[in-house]
C-alpha cells in the first residue's frame, strides 16, 4: 500500500514569491493534517481537513496562507508571498478519522526561503 | 495555550541498556498521547498510543506509561539497538484529533 504522497520534496525560492505543495494521502484516510516543522521543534498543526471540510484553521495564517481539499481526498497547500520565516519542513499526515488514530506522514517539503 | 516539553539535550546510552524518555505537559490532561520516531529528512512514524484512563502500555520492546496526576508520560525502549538512534517525539490529542507535538528527544544509541 502506497504511503502518503507530498511533491515537491525541495523547493527554494526568493522572499515574496508563491509556493504550492501538494499532498495525495492514504487512499481511504478521511482526516487530513498539513504541518509546518522548524528546525529542532516538533510539528506545529496549520490546518485539519474531515473528508473536504477544514475543521480547524486557526493555526494557519490566513493573510498569506490557503490551502484546499478539493473532492476531499489529495490536497494543496500554497504560500503567497513567502517571507524568509516560511522556510521550513511541510509536512502532510492523514489517518481515518474517529477517535485514536494514528497519523501516517509523508516525507515533507522542505522549503527554503532565500 | 498547552505547553509540551520533551528533553532537548539528546540521550546517549549504551547499546542493551534501557532508555526512557520523558514528555511533561501543563494545563489539562488530553484525551490520549502518542509516540512518534522520527528519521533525519523524513515524516514521524507512530509508535505507541495510550489512552487517558490507562496506566500502561507495550509493544515489543517499547513501554509507555501515564500519569495524568504528574502530567506526565514516560517512554522506555529496553535493550536498546543503534537502529533505535533517532529523534522521539509525544504528541497529545485532544478534541478527538487535534494534536499538539513536543519538540522531541534525540536519542543516540552507542555500540
Known amino acids: 500500500e502506497a504511503g502518503v504522497v507530498q511533491s515537491p520534496r525541495y523547493k527554494i525560492i526568493e522572499k515574496k514569491q508563491p509556493v504550492a505543495f501538494w499532498c495525495n494521502p492514504i487512499s481511504g484516510h478521511n482526516t487530513l493534517y498539513w504541518y509546518r516543522q522548524n528546525l529542532g521543534q516538533g510539528p506545529e498543526l496549520l490546518i485539519r481537513y474531515e473528508n473536504e471540510e477544514a475543521v480547524d484553521d486557526s493555526q494557519l495564517p490566513k493573510d498569506r496562507f490557503s490551502a484546499e481539499r478539493l473532492k476531499g481526498v489529495d490536497s494543496t497547500l500554497k504560500i503567497q508571498p513567502a517571507e524568509l520565516g516560511d522556510s521550513a519542513v511541510y509536512l502532510c499526515a492523514s489517518s481515518f478519522g474517529g477517535r485514536d488514530n494514528e497519523q501516517f506522514f509523508g516525507p515533507g517539503t522542505r522549503l527554503t526561503v532565500l | 495555550s498547552q505547553k509540551i516539553e520533551q528533553n532537548s539535550e539528546a540521550l546517549n546510552i549504551q547499546e542493551g541498556k534501557t532508555a526512557t524518555l520523558t514528555c511533561n505537559y501543563t494545563?489539562?490532561?488530553?484525551?490520549?498521547l502518542q509516540w512518534y520516531r522520527q528519521d533525519p529528512g523524513r515524516g514521524p512514524v507512530f509508535l505507541l498510543l495510550i489512552r487517558e484512563n490507562e496506566k500502561e502500555k507495550r509493544k515489543e520492546r517499547l513501554k509507555v506509561t501515564f500519569d495524568t496526576t504528574l502530567k506526565q508520560s514516560l517512554f522506555h525502549i529496553t535493550a536498546s539497538q543503534p537502529a533505535d538512534s533517532a529523534t522521539y517525539l509525544c504528541?497529545?490529542?485532544?478534541?478527538?484529533?487535534?494534536?499538539?507535538f513536543g519538540s522531541g528527544t534525540k536519542l543516540n544509541v552507542k555500540p
Open positions: 494545563n489539562y490532561s488530553p484525551a490520549y
Open positions: 504528541a497529545l490529542a485532544y478534541n478527538f484529533n487535534k494534536f499538539y
